[in-house]
Nanobody, 127 residues
Framework: QVQLAESGGGLVQAGDSMLLSCAVS????????MAWFRQAPGKEREFVAGISRDSTNTYAIDSVKGRFTISRYDAKNTVYLQMNSLKPEETAVYYC????????????????????WGQGTQVTVSS
């Protein structure tokens, strides 16, 4: 079983930037497409951005395009989410998810595609 550990959350002001990290262990990191999700209080967990195994494909939801960037560094078994120009409505617990796949180029954007999750990291954006 793969283990995921998010870090980098905290309290920032609107317009600030933040870098989230997710360290993966237990299984070969390169076997997994990765993604970031978030869950605000009282809301369902939603997909934010995903990246393929070989990093050639990324996908992000419209509301974060141009502000958030997902990347991965296989040598460190880590996936990142660089978040710029943060908004108060993006306050949520951010989770990384791992999807084991034979495809090196697929990005999985549906929550049902993810079985392995980290514990989450709280991101709070004040106005």
């Amino acid at each position: 079983q793969v283990q995921l550990a998010e870090s980098g959350g905290g309290l920032v002001q609107a317009g600030d930037s933040m870098l989230l990290s997710c360290a993966v262990s237990g299984r070969p990191f390169s076997d997994y497409a990765m993604a970031w999700f978030r869950q605000a209080p009282g809301k369902e967990r939603e997909f934010v951005a995903g990246i393929s195994r070989d990093s050639t494909n990324t996908y992000a939801i419209d509301s974060v395009k141009g502000r958030f960037t997902i990347s991965r560094y296989d040598a460190k078994n880590t996936v990142y989410l660089q978040m710029n120009s943060l908004k108060p409505e993006e306050t949520a617990v951010y989770y990384c998810g791992a999807h084991r796949t034979q495809s090196t180029r697929v990005v999985i954007s549906t929550i049902l595609g993810y079985r392995d999750w980290g514990q989450g990291t709280q991101v709070t954006v004040s106005s």
